[in-house]
């Protein structure tokens, strides 16, 4: 869990994404034009870089940008592109030059690979002189050019600035000039960056929020103290200010050296003077960072795909690539010829969706086309451009709603769910419109949307977002998705999460976790997790009934809500159909969660997965292995005699992964491993496991995945891991050895709270079900070490499964004392023995602002543990049964209320008010109570005694 502070920061992005252009990918025999006119000029183009032009290679940059060299601490030999420094995710830092080269090309910090289109020379970059910029780098490498002279060639290419021999001495000098001050340029550069991210982050933070940091609006340091909570809660521990990097008050510093009405100063000079040659110092950023990157890529001794300069160089062509003329342009200036020259050979056929589905119809045909490399990586592609049901899914972030900004994961829930339903043909979408404009006032039928052939024969291929076959033109849907068709680069930009915010805050019979207007307010938004929650979010948007589906245990209600849902959002050619995986209803929550399994065409397509927690997770996946994707059941075997492993990385799901690793050269793995999608978990996992089982040089690879999936509270996602890392490491021999362990946990403490099934003692009542927790495993093989590294920095505890009562005793006398950074503790049935061995200890965690417990013998235990709540406390949340006994109503079990037991509770709240006057009490009833019952023990409490803004009684 990360800190309430933490998850209030945002950073709005100030850039936008491109429209990533098809034009080199869907043109036929587009590489052996490129072969054959470099043969004519005497060069043979570098394999590497054509393989199957920038399709396969997209996976291998972007998992490169992303998942590659990058630490939290700033190190001014690799310097960051400005719009790639993210205070949200600290650990964007390059550590070595090809990572820092990779955030020059594609700056985007979102996780999203996008080239440069900054105003600085990089983004300026035409498609002429980025194919100079690619034959200068070979050049440099095969030839062995001198240094000075490459430099100097890149200044002036960059610049735009005349060749000639007589202006060399002066260039020179110039550059020389430049590269003495390019430290000071970083150093200024770097800290203008902090305080612009910092100041953003400001003003999404309230003065409420501000005082729970003790920060004054008014502190002269406030931006100092800003930015070092939000450092505090990373799991970067060397922040900027103790490496000597930023001094306290520097922000403060610049802040008004950057005033309109700044004084002159020494300051404001150097800042005027470098901000008039930035232009320049940012040509010397990168052309010193690109040498370096050659160098490195010749001398690593951490092997990596080859060619990934030279690829990154052509990726980034590729990515801005629009017309046929700028194919021509690039390689214009790749050969030094005229693009007229080139044109009238250049290919003209075009990968359409006819020959996609000829050969995709003709097994034999398709069998033929996959053992040619280029053809394997189109008709891969085609499949994503013609058939594919599903749109890229969104990731949740931060969003914003009137100002207030929250983590978005049901809000994403709901955009990935209608991205899905409402993803449709280009061809029907025409369809549509044309229909709607033909449309007469009286009810016109709607006619059968258009055949498939008929779609074919149209202009336009691909898919656009659209409800106009489910909602009124107007709809604030069709609205939303007008604006998207219209700005499709803006797709997973902060104004698309802001605006799916809007869409779904404060709308009737919808439960919030949050109230703009501040506590006690009305909550209005941030959606709350469960599948009559988004059930009725739905209902609010289509008005098909004003009524809400009530949040009570009626499965007949739900399914029933569900085959609705499917029939309304189903049309011609697109059959939506459900099935239940796993729900469970929660009495805490009243609501259900859980996974469901969604069809298309009665072919498994995705997942709804609402899980229980605090506060509680949805997501949506692609099925791992979706039915009628053919790429994921060719032969494999067949494919790796013929394919490149960038190649065959398309083809491969976790489990072909795994089996393919192993055939491969360790060279091959390498290349094959950094090409995969890495959306999935499944596949992270698969990755993490083959670097310590198959092949070591995957490693940093593995430890960037694993903080990937820590980053956000999904523990499903940690699970997933952690069923992975539990094997290996067991057994006199483990592959990950104490040492590994210990730097794992102390770098994701977070992964102790892995419940598990003991391997010692299997879960003899529910197989397979965990009875045991990670920590407690821990104590009881002598793994103290793992302890050690993890709970002085551990942020969540939580303790549902133990399967020995001593190891947890033990626990809580010895090691709980340690968890200094715990910012949440939960225990499933403390009883009184567990309420001994915890009382002495909870005083002394002086910073635990949040605790919640679910008590077996509330009466006995309860006042010990109210007279020994932490000083820090914010929320104490207190689970109770209250139930005397059960009987049978219509074949139903219904619970008898135990009065005596709420009646003692009485004198215990009065002592808990009455001495925490800023603590909130939480208390949560049995959710099968009836609405009669439900009544009486308001009325046993007298819950109007209580202060109104703390004390919430739910059930």
Same mark, same amino acid.
């Given at each position: 869990?990360?800190?309430?502070?933490?998850?209030?920061?945002?950073?709005?992005?100030?850039?936008?994404?491109?429209?990533?252009?098809?034009?080199?990918?869907?043109?036929?025999?587009?590489?052996?034009?490129?072969?054959?006119?470099?043969?004519?000029?005497?060069?043979?183009?570098?394999?590497?870089?054509?393989?199957?032009?920038?399709?396969?290679?997209?996976?291998?940059?972007?998992?490169?940008?992303?998942?590659?060299?990058?630490?939290?601490?700033?190190?001014?030999?690799?310097?960051?592109?400005?719009?790639?420094?993210?205070?949200?995710?600290?650990?964007?830092?390059?550590?070595?030059?090809?990572?820092?080269?990779?955030?020059?090309?594609?700056?985007?910090?979102?996780?999203?690979?996008?080239?440069?289109?900054?105003?600085?020379?990089?983004?300026?970059?035409?498609?002429?002189?980025?194919?100079?910029?690619?034959?200068?780098?070979?050049?440099?490498?095969?030839?062995?050019?001198?240094?000075?002279?490459?430099?100097? $060639?890149?200044?002036?290419?960059?610049?735009?600035?005349?060749?000639?021999?007589?202006?060399?001495?002066?260039?020179?000098?110039?550059?020389?000039?430049?590269?003495?001050?390019?430290?000071?340029?970083?150093?200024?550069?770097?800290?203008?960056?902090?305080?612009?991210?910092?100041?953003?982050?400001?003003?999404?933070?309230?003065?409420?929020?501000?005082?729970?940091?003790?920060?004054?609006?008014?502190?002269?340091?406030?931006?100092?103290?800003?930015?070092?909570?939000?450092?505090?809660?990373?799991?970067?521990?060397? $922040?900027?200010?103790?490496?000597?990097?930023?001094?306290?008050?520097?922000?403060?510093?610049?802040?008004?050296?950057?005033?309109?009405?700044?004084?002159?100063?020494?300051?404001?000079? $150097?800042?005027?003077?470098?901000?008039?040659?930035?232009?320049?110092?940012?040509?010397?950023?990168?052309?010193?960072?690109?040498?370096?990157?050659?160098?490195?890529?010749?001398?690593?001794?951490?092997?990596?795909?080859?060619?990934?300069?030279?690829?990154?160089?052509?990726?980034?062509?590729?990515?801005?690539?629009?017309?046929?003329?700028?194919?021509?342009?690039?390689?214009?200036?790749?050969?030094?010829?005229?693009?007229?020259?080139?044109?009238?050979?250049?290919?003209?056929?075009?990968?359409?969706?006819?020959?996609?589905?000829?050969?995709?119809?003709?097994?034999?045909?398709?069998?033929?086309?996959?053992?040619?490399?280029?053809?394997?990586?189109?008709?891969?592609?085609?499949?994503?451009?013609?058939?594919?049901?599903?749109?890229?899914?969104?990731?949740?972030?931060?969003?914003?709603?009137?100002?207030?900004?929250?983590?978005?994961?049901?809000?994403?829930?709901?955009?990935?769910?209608?991205?899905?339903?409402?993803?449709?043909?280009?061809?029907?979408?025409?369809?549509?419109?044309?229909?709607?404009?033909?449309?007469?006032?009286?009810?016109?039928?709607?006619?059968?949307?258009?055949?498939?052939?008929?779609?074919?024969?149209?202009?336009?291929?691909?898919?656009?977002?659209?409800?106009?076959?489910?909602?009124?033109?107007?709809?604030?849907?069709?609205?939303?998705?007008?604006?998207? /068709?219209?700005?499709?680069?803006?797709?997973?930009?902060?104004?698309?999460?802001?605006?799916?915010?809007?869409?779904?805050?404060?709308?009737?019979?919808?439960?919030?976790?949050?109230?703009?207007?501040?506590?006690?307010?009305?909550?209005?938004?941030?959606?709350?997790?469960?599948?009559?929650?988004?059930?009725?979010?739905?209902?609010?948007?289509?008005?098909?009934?004003?009524?809400?589906?009530?949040?009570?245990?009626?499965?007949?209600?739900?399914?029933?809500?569900?085959?609705?849902?499917?029939?309304?959002?189903?049309?011609? /050619?697109?059959?939506?159909?459900?099935?239940?995986?796993?729900?469970?209803?929660?009495?805490?929550?009243?609501?259900?969660?859980?996974?469901?399994?969604?069809?298309?065409?009665?072919?498994?397509?995705?997942?709804?997965?609402?899980?229980?927690?605090?506060?509680?997770?949805?997501?949506?996946?692609?099925?791992?292995?979706?039915?009628?994707?053919?790429?994921?059941?060719?032969?494999?075997?067949?494919?790796?005699?013929?394919?490149?492993?960038?190649?065959?990385?398309?083809?491969?799901?976790?489990?072909?992964?795994?089996?393919?690793?192993?055939?491969?050269?360790?060279?091959?793995?390498?290349?094959?491993?950094?090409?995969?999608?890495?959306?999935?978990?499944?596949?992270?996992?698969?990755?993490?496991?083959?670097?310590?089982?198959?092949?070591?040089?995957?490693?940093?690879?593995?430890?960037?995945?694993?903080?990937?999936?820590?980053?956000?509270?999904?523990?499903?996602?940690?699970?997933?891991?952690?069923?992975?890392?539990?094997?290996?490491?067991?057994?006199?021999?483990?592959?990950?050895?104490?040492?590994?362990?210990?730097?794992?946990?102390?770098?994701?403490?977070?992964?102790?709270?892995?419940?598990?099934?003991?391997?010692?003692?299997?879960?003899?009542?529910?197989?397979?079900?965990?009875?045991?927790?990670?920590?407690?495993?821990?104590?009881?093989?002598?793994?103290?070490?793992?302890?050690?590294?993890?709970?002085?920095?551990?942020?969540?505890?939580?303790?549902?499964?133990?399967?020995?009562?001593?190891?947890?005793?033990?626990?809580?006398?010895?090691?709980?004392?340690?968890?200094?950074?715990?910012?949440?503790?939960?225990?499933?049935?403390?009883?009184?023995?567990?309420?001994?061995?915890?009382?002495?200890?909870?005083?002394?965690?002086?910073?635990?602002?949040?605790?919640?417990?679910?008590?077996?013998?509330?009466?006995?235990?309860?006042?010990?543990?109210?007279?020994?709540?932490?000083?820090?406390?914010?929320?104490?949340?207190?689970?109770?049964?209250?139930?005397?006994?059960?009987?049978?109503?219509?074949?139903?079990?219904?619970?008898?209320?135990?009065?005596?037991?709420?009646?003692?509770?009485?004198?215990?709240?009065?002592?808990?008010?009455?001495?925490?006057?800023?603590?909130?009490?939480?208390?949560?009833?049995?959710?099968?109570?009836?609405?009669?019952?439900?009544?009486?023990?308001?009325?046993?409490?007298?819950?109007?005694?209580?202060?109104?803004?703390?004390?919430?009684?739910?059930?």
């Amino acid at each position: 869990m990360k800190s309430r502070f933490l998850s209030l920061v945002i950073f709005f992005l100030t850039f936008s994404y491109p429209i990533v252009s098809h034009g080199m990918e869907l043109r036929e025999g587009l590489e052996e034009w490129i072969r054959s006119r470099c043969a004519s000029h005497g060069i043979s183009f570098n394999e590497k870089v054509l393989l199957s032009l920038t399709r396969s290679a997209s996976k291998l940059i972007e998992n490169n940008r992303f998942y590659g060299d990058l630490t939290s601490l700033f190190d001014p030999n690799f310097p960051p592109h400005p719009q790639g420094v993210s205070l949200l995710d600290l650990t964007c830092f390059p550590s070595k030059a090809r990572s820092s080269l990779f955030h020059l090309l594609f700056p985007s910090p979102t996780g999203i690979l996008v080239a440069n289109q900054t105003g600085d020379p990089i983004g300026k970059l035409t498609p002429s002189k980025t194919g100079r910029l690619l034959r200068l780098t070979e050049n440099y490498l095969k030839e062995h050019m001198d240094e000075t002279t490459f430099k100097l $060639t890149l200044y002036n290419l960059l610049l735009g600035l005349r060749a000639e021999p007589d202006l060399i001495p002066t260039r020179l000098e110039k550059y020389s000039s430049l590269l003495k001050e390019f430290p000071e340029f970083c150093h200024h550069d770097f800290k203008v960056t902090l305080l612009e991210r910092t100041e953003t982050i400001l003003e999404t933070i309230n003065e409420e929020d501000l005082e729970k940091e003790h920060i004054s609006l008014t502190d002269p340091l406030i931006l100092t103290k800003v930015l070092k909570c939000i450092l505090a809660n990373t799991s970067a521990e060397q $922040t900027f200010f103790t490496s000597g990097l930023l001094n306290e008050g520097d922000l403060e510093m610049y802040q008004a050296a950057l005033s309109p009405s700044a004084p002159e100063t020494e300051l404001t000079k $150097t800042l005027r003077r470098l901000k008039n040659k930035k232009s320049e110092f940012e040509t010397v950023r990168f052309i010193e960072i690109l040498g370096k990157a050659l160098r490195e890529q010749g001398q690593d001794q951490q092997p990596l795909p080859e060619s990934l300069v030279e690829r990154s160089i052509f990726f980034f062509f590729g990515q801005k690539v629009k017309t046929q003329d700028d194919i021509l342009n690039f390689f214009s200036g790749y050969l030094g010829v005229d693009p007229e020259a080139l044109r009238p050979t250049f290919p003209t056929t075009v990968f359409s969706e006819k020959m996609y589905w000829d050969t995709r119809n003709n097994p034999e045909a398709l069998k033929a086309a996959l053992l040619n490399p280029q053809r394997a990586s189109l008709l891969s592609f085609g499949y994503n451009l013609f058939e594919n049901p599903l749109p890229l899914l969104s990731h949740y972030k931060t969003a914003t709603y009137q100002g207030k900004p929250f983590p978005n994961c049901i809000e994403a829930f709901f955009e990935n769910f209608f991205n899905i339903v409402c993803h449709i043909k280009r061809a029907e979408f025409e369809f549509l419109k044309s229909h709607l404009a033909r449309k007469k006032e009286s009810e016109e039928v709607l006619e059968d949307t258009p055949s498939e052939a008929q779609a074919a024969s149209q202009e336009g291929t691909g898919h656009i977002f659209t409800a106009l076959h489910l909602l009124p033109p107007d709809h604030p849907l069709n609205s939303y998705y007008n604006w998207l /068709n219209e700005n499709p680069e803006l797709r997973f930009s902060q104004e698309n999460r802001d605006r799916i915010a809007e869409l779904c805050s404060a709308r009737p019979h919808v439960r919030y976790l949050k109230s703009t207007t501040g506590k006690g307010g009305e909550k209005d938004y941030e959606l709350a997790p469960g599948f009559l929650n988004f059930l009725n979010l739905v209902r609010s948007h289509f008005a098909q009934t004003s009524e809400a589906l009530p949040f009570e245990e009626n499965l007949e209600t739900l399914t029933q809500e569900l085959r609705n849902l499917c029939t309304f959002l189903s049309r011609k /050619n697109f059959k939506l159909t459900w099935q239940e995986e796993d729900l469970d209803y929660s009495l805490l929550k009243n609501d259900y969660f859980g996974t469901l399994t969604f069809l298309i065409n009665d072919k498994k397509s995705f997942t709804l997965t609402m899980e229980m927690g605090a506060p509680g997770h949805g997501e949506i996946k692609r099925f791992p292995l979706m039915e009628g994707d053919w790429r994921q059941t060719v032969d494999i075997d067949a494919l790796q005699k013929t394919l490149p492993p960038e190649i065959l990385a398309l083809f491969l799901t976790p489990e072909t992964y795994e089996k393919t690793l192993p055939n491969l050269s360790p060279q091959d793995q390498l290349t094959l491993t950094h090409s995969l999608d890495l959306e999935s978990v499944e596949m992270k996992c698969a990755i993490i496991k083959a670097a310590y089982t198959h092949n070591l040089h995957l490693k940093p690879l593995a430890k960037r995945l694993m903080h990937s999936i820590s980053e956000f509270s999904d523990t499903s996602a940690t699970d997933k891991l952690m069923k992975v890392l539990f094997p290996l490491m067991k057994g006199e021999s483990p592959f990950l050895t104490d040492e590994e362990m210990s730097e794992i946990f102390t770098q994701y403490p977070d992964f102790l709270n892995y419940s598990l099934e003991d391997p010692d003692t299997p879960n003899t009542q529910c197989p397979g079900n965990p009875n045991n927790h990670l920590a407690l495993f821990a104590i009881e093989h002598g793994k103290t070490s793992w302890l050690k590294a993890a709970l002085p920095k551990i942020s969540t505890l939580i303790f549902n499964s133990f399967l020995k009562e001593e190891t947890f005793l033990e626990f809580l006398k010895t090691y709980l004392i340690q968890c200094s950074k715990l910012n949440y503790l939960y225990i499933y049935a403390l009883n009184e023995k567990f309420t001994e061995g915890l009382c002495p200890v909870l005083p002394h965690l002086t910073g635990l602002p949040q605790v919640s417990f679910f008590l077996d013998q509330p009466y006995s235990t309860l006042s010990s543990l109210l007279i020994s709540l932490p000083p820090s406390l914010e929320e104490f949340s207190l689970r109770f049964g209250g139930i005397d006994s059960w009987k049978t109503e219509d074949n139903k079990s219904v619970p008898i209320l135990n009065k005596e037991a709420w009646q003692q509770l009485v004198p215990h709240l009065q002592t808990f008010f009455k001495e925490n006057p800023r603590t909130t009490f939480n208390l949560g009833g049995n959710g099968m109570f009836s609405e009669e019952q439900q009544e009486e023990i308001r009325q046993i409490l007298n819950v109007d005694a209580f202060p109104e803004d703390r004390f919430n009684l739910t059930f």
